[in-house]
């Protein structure tokens, strides 16, 4: 912008004295702040809506193999081209699991002939093409309603800035300068009307193609997901392509659709094509085929028929009998190999599992607990780092702070990856993020959702339960396989441009503690007093920002206001840990008031490190304070009643702007507080505090809330305090 001062200045001859230049120059600069002020709010709306796993299910989808799925640019029959051509609303792709519905979603999304197709349809109109991948094993955000919108919305708001004002006139007419993350939330209410009033748009400036893979991958009423597709098709400048498993609920939504295919029927030029490059290409295959050319066409046609048009159990197949090839199996071996496999994918898993080495099986269903657990790709290092435990426990404790060295980390990609094939078979695979630190580029994850289906099924897990043993906790893995990241994080990276990286591993111990404490009633007390240590010496020695050097803590969870480990327990409801903690905090007033503030804000998910967006508190954590001293009885000053003071006029004004979905917890919340004496005073309440209470809550709610405050009884010196007072 200095810049653009600058040329301004030059180019008018002000200095002159002419009046008109003069104005003319005043004109351009209020401008010039004007479109900055415009483009500080576009950025700080961006932000607030993005979240960090907004492109982590279509990275993992794999790209489709060369030449495959090319029917759909050159059959006419498909409709395909003709449906990017007109306007019409949506096409429904079906398809059996394991048939390649997500790769051929991401083919046709990624294809520059779509784009060019839908220009046909926009005209003159810029053509903007964005998409969304369910992952039902993924974190509750990227197989939710709210990942979807949020999605959605940023990649139209990124792509036509001008549609902000439109679509989030609320968020548009806010004038603050607060940075974004200490913006409100998204609440799914307002993400819904964000989405109508996008559909509402009656002139827009772009024309919309929206590519929604998975939807019976949703974690919820899948009708719901049906509703909001239907809304958005009711808008002539807005068409989508969605994609499911022929489930009963997507046939009777979309079957009567003129704009429809199902995957498993078309792609069988696509298998020939694979198993040629694959297997028929091998050398050892060619020589074969020379002996036995009959043959070979015969093993490669009966794949075709026994695969049903299900991609992934070709893929498993022609990797078994590339295995046959390296032992010298000739063709009736090959084939004896073939008609030995299971047709059906459940059954083929079942009989992978089979030949594992029983000096395996412990490791494996360890290691396959592990990864549900995750709930997402997990990078290899995490997995090297578990291996340790086995001969000591406390490994991640004990660990020095050092950055691992690239070539020690390409030797453990090299190990643990044979180790892995040997122990997993090929249902876990290994896959290289060029764009990561290559501590983290090499990720591990399951080879398609059908395997975790099958492994989340009951037989399934009380085998894997068995295998792994009774006293393992995949939790507990994960938490020390966390903290020995951290301290084994690169010094020399840039930190402060990439702050997720830190952050990631931070909430990922956390997220796991958590679990510990609900399904053990643990506490992992020193693994988290031990990160709290290496944060904050990693925070002295690597790049990060420097106004936060002295609280490393501060950098981390810039995005939610806390400052400290404790804060963030507090906010994330980590009951145990506060609780064995509150000894070493809370004893200052100072103390005391942050600790309930926290506690009476929004709670924060440590599945994506964002506040959460209802007023839901944790209510098991406000008594829990409260009974360990953050309470009046501490001193003739009610820091809880300062706390909750803050806490009301907030509430009051997002309840201007939002819905009071979630009210009758907070109801709940102000009765805690005033039945342990924080937050009342005697008879002689202010106008002032009653005033905010009535604006807070209905009047039967009112009266609920008087009686509960005149049964409290309070010691002698309470008289004298007055927490609604004028003066609070």
């Not at 209802?614 to 406000?622: A, E, F, R, S, W």
């Not at 939002?658 to 924080?678: D, K, R």
Request: aromatic share 10%.
């Amino acid at each position: 912008m200095s810049s653009q001062i600058q040329n301004i200045l030059n180019e008018k001859p002000w200095r002159t004295g002419d009046n008109e230049s003069l104005r003319t120059l005043n004109t351009e600069l209020v401008n010039l702040v004007d479109q900055a002020h415009s483009t500080r709010k576009v950025h700080r709306i961006l932000q607030n809506l993005h979240f960090e796993q907004i492109k982590a299910r279509q990275f993992e989808i794999k790209k489709a193999h060369a030449k495959t799925f090319e029917w759909i640019f050159r059959d006419e029959s498909l409709k395909y081209l003709e449906w990017l051509r007109s306007p019409s609303d949506i096409f429904w792709i079906g398809g059996k699991a394991g048939s390649g519905k997500s790769t051929f979603m991401k083919f046709v999304c990624e294809d520059r002939r779509t784009r060019t197709l839908l220009s046909e349809w926009a005209g003159e109109q810029k053509v903007i093409i964005a998409s969304h991948y369910f992952w039902s094993a993924g974190t509750t955000i990227q197989k939710s309603q709210d990942g979807l919108l949020r999605t959605l919305l940023f990649q139209i708001m990124v792509h036509v800035p001008d549609l902000i004002s439109l679509i989030c006139p609320d968020r548009w007419s806010e004038d603050s300068p607060i940075p974004h993350f200490y913006l409100n939330p998204w609440g799914r209410s307002e993400l819904l009307q964000a989405l109508e009033n996008l559909a509402k748009i009656k002139s827009p400036p772009a024309k919309i193609c929206l590519f929604i893979d998975g939807l019976d991958e949703y974690d919820g009423d899948h009708t719901d997901i049906i509703c909001i597709v239907n809304i958005l098709a009711q808008s002539p400048h807005i068409k989508l392509c969605v994609s499911s498993r022929p489930w009963t609920v997507f046939i009777d939504a979309f079957s009567g659709l003129p704009w429809k295919l199902y995957v498993q029927d078309l792609t069988q030029r696509d298998i020939r094509l694979y198993i040629k490059d694959n297997l028929e290409e091998d050398p050892r295959f060619l020589e074969l085929k020379k002996r036995e050319a009959i043959g070979s066409e015969r093993l490669v046609q009966q794949i075709i028929e026994k695969a049903q048009g299900v991609f992934l159990w070709v893929y498993l197949v022609v990797r078994s009998l590339l295995r046959g090839l390296t032992n010298s199996d000739d063709m009736s071996d090959l084939e004896l190999r073939l008609a030995k496999l299971p047709g059906h994918l459940e059954s083929y898993f079942k009989h992978m599992l089979n030949t594992i080495e029983d000096v395996y099986q412990q490791h494996t269903a360890r290691t396959f607990r592990i990864m549900l657990c995750a709930g997402s790709s997990l990078p290899l290092i995490a997995l090297h780092f578990i291996d340790q435990e086995r001969q000591n426990p406390n490994y991640a404790l004990q660990h020095e702070i050092q950055s691992v060295p690239v070539q020690k980390v390409m030797d453990i990609v090299v190990v643990k990856t044979r180790q892995l094939n040997a122990h997993c078979k090929d249902l876990l695979e290994v896959t290289l993020d060029s764009t990561e630190h290559p501590l983290f580029s090499y990720k591990v994850g399951f080879l398609h959702r059908t395997v975790i289906d099958f492994l989340r099924t009951g037989d399934m897990v009380n085998l894997m339960s068995k295998r792994a043993g009774s006293d393992f906790s995949p939790d507990a893995s994960l938490c020390r396989a966390y903290l020995a990241q951290v301290k084994a994080l690169p010094q020399d990276f840039d930190y402060v441009s990439q702050p997720s990286v830190l952050r990631n591993l931070v909430f990922g111990a956390l997220r796991h503690a958590k679990m510990i404490e609900i399904t053990r009633e643990l506490t992992e007390v020193e693994l988290l007093d031990e990160l709290d240590r290496s944060v904050t010496i990693f925070g002295h020695k690597a790049t990060i920002d420097k106004r936060s050097a002295n609280n490393p803590w501060k950098f981390i969870f810039a995005k939610n206001g806390c400052n400290t480990l404790i804060e963030i327990a507090v906010r994330a409801g980590l009951h145990i840990y506060v609780e064995r903690k509150l000894g070493e905090h809370g004893r200052s007033r100072a103390g005391q008031y942050l600790l309930m503030s926290h506690a009476l804000r929004r709670s924060i998910s440590l599945q994506t490190s964002e506040i959460c967006g209802d007023y839901k508190l944790d209510l098991k954590m406000l008594r829990l304070l409260l009974e360990s001293g953050a309470s009046p009885e501490s001193a003739n000053i009610d820091i809880g009643a300062k706390a909750f003071w803050d806490f009301l006029e907030n509430y009051v004004l997002d309840m201007k702007r939002e819905s009071q979905q979630g009210i009758g917890n907070i109801l709940e919340a102000c009765e805690v507080l005033l039945e342990y004496g924080t937050g009342g005073g005697n008879a002689h309440v202010s106008e002032r505090g009653w005033k905010l209470i009535k604006k807070c809550f209905t009047d039967k709610e009112v009266r609920r809330l008087e009686r509960t405050y005149k049964s409290v009884q309070r010691p002698a010196w309470w008289k004298s305090w007055y927490i609604f007072s004028d003066h609070s």
